[in-house]
C-alpha cells in the first residue's frame, strides 16, 4: 500500500475552475492505477476518472467527460484532477485512490486511500 494526501478542495462558483491534488508517498509499482472517486452527502462513493501510472491511459465517469481532466507527475509521484465547468451537482467528497493493476471503476477495487478533500460548488 501507498499513502496518499490530496489537497485543492475549496468553494467555487457553479462554471469555475479547481485542480485537485494528490501526493503519494510509497513506491507504485508499474500497473499501478491512480483514480480519483467522489462521495456526496447520502450517495454512495463512485467513480471519477481514472490513470494507469505508467502508460497514461485514462477513462472518465460520463458525467464529467470533457469538463475534468486526470493527470500525473511522475517524477513528483503527484496526480492531479483538473475540474473545469464545474455544476453544483459536482459538490461532493473527492477521494484520491490506489491499485496494484489495471484501471477499475469499482471502489472495493482500490486498497490504498486518501483523507479527501470537500469540493462545494455554489450556484
Known amino acids: 500500500q501507498v499513502q496518499l494526501v490530496e489537497s485543492g478542495g475549496g468553494l467555487v462558483q457553479a462554471g469555475g475552475s479547481l485542480r485537485l491534488s494528490c501526493a503519494v508517498s510509497g513506491r507504485l509499482v508499474s500497473r499501478s492505477t491512480m483514480a480519483w472517486f467522489r462521495q456526496a452527502p447520502g450517495k454512495e462513493r463512485e467513480f471519477v476518472t481514472g490513470?494507469?501510472?505508467?502508460?497514461?491511459?485514462?477513462s472518465y465517469a460520463d458525467s464529467v467527460k470533457g469538463r475534468f481532466t486526470i493527470s500525473r507527475d511522475n517524477a513528483k509521484n503527484t496526480v492531479y484532477l483538473q475540474m473545469n465547468s464545474l455544476k453544483s451537482e459536482d459538490t461532493a467528497v473527492y477521494y484520491c485512490?490506489?491499485?496494484?493493476?489495471?484501471?477499475?471503476?469499482?471502489?472495493?477495487?482500490?486498497?490504498?486511500w486518501g483523507q479527501g478533500t470537500q469540493v462545494t460548488v455554489s450556484s
Open positions: 485512490a490506489a491499485r496494484g493493476g489495471g484501471l477499475r471503476a469499482g471502489v472495493r477495487e482500490y486498497d490504498s
Open positions: 490513470i494507469a501510472w505508467s502508460i497514461g491511459g485514462t
